[in-house]
T-cell receptor, first 112, second 112 residues
Framework: SQTIHQWPATLVQPVGSPLSLECTVEGTSNPNLYWYRQAAGRGLQLLFYSVGIGQISSEVPQNLSASRPQDRQFILSSKKLLLSDSGFYLC???????????FGSGTRLTVV | GDSVTQMEGPVTLSEEAFLTINCTYT??????LFWYVQYPGEGLQLLLKATKADDKGSNKGFEATYRKETTSFHLEKGSVQVSDSAVYFCALSDPADYKLSFGAGTTVTVRA
């Protein structure tokens, strides 16, 4: 079966520290992968998406970057976190089934 | 670009009440439409979807019909339960690149 893993579940980081969030998918190959952010009291904003290894598309200019070093691995990073980076980060993959998109359980990031 | 406008909340209901959450969209092509649900502290789960005009998606007593003429995809449930308390997101998928555009989300609280 196809599953998506995202970690950590929660993270508290000081301003100026680096960030690395990891997302991996099992049971599928060459998936489309996505990073979304949900700021407090707001909807979801697409940050990055990738259709293959090494291919990254950025939707909004920001303090974050993404990488896809392996087919089923998608990483969200920052060199120096800002307070405004706080939020709920969701990884998703597009499965070619009736289920459509599948989301990870999310990472709640608080920058202090 | 594609966008989704969703009824603002929060919405508070009594058990067994009727729930409607309005959702309208703007798209250049023929998108697929989705409703996602986010229970407290969790990630997003697909609730239902519709891929073409006049399709009706249904799940767990919820229904939504893809109305191309009114560009709408309103979510309804005839008798809500306390366990339906969650944030509901309307979304559309661009058929050109499969990116999801989300509404702002509607928080629903059902009281016993």
């Amino acid at each position: 079966s196809q599953t998506i893993h995202q970690w950590p579940a929660t993270l508290v980081q000081p301003v100026g520290s680096p960030l690395s969030l990891e997302c991996t998918v099992e049971g599928t190959s060459n998936p489309n992968l996505y990073w979304y952010r949900q700021a407090a009291g707001r909807g979801l904003q697409l940050l990055f998406y990738s259709v293959g290894i090494g291919q990254i598309s950025s939707e909004v200019p920001q303090n974050l970057s993404a990488s896809r070093p392996q087919d089923r691995q998608f990483i969200l990073s920052s060199k120096k976190l800002l307070l405004s980076d706080s939020g709920f980060y969701l990884c998703a993959w597009l499965g070619w089934t009736a289920r459509g998109y599948t989301f990870g359980s999310g990472t709640r990031l608080t920058v202090v | 670009g594609d966008s989704v406008t969703q009824m603002e909340g929060p919405v508070t209901l009594s058990e067994e009440a009727f729930l409607t959450i309005n959702c309208t969209y703007t798209a250049t092509g023929y998108p697929s439409l989705f409703w996602y649900v986010q229970y407290p502290g969790e990630g997003l789960q697909l609730l239902l979807k519709a891929t073409k005009a006049d399709d009706k998606g249904s799940n767990k007593g919820f229904e939504a019909t893809y109305r191309k003429e009114t560009t709408s995809f309103h979510l309804e449930k005839g008798s809500v339960q306390v366990s339906d308390s969650a944030v509901y997101f309307c979304a559309l998928s661009d058929p050109a690149d499969y990116k999801l555009s989300f509404g702002a989300g509607t928080t629903v609280t059902v009281r016993a």
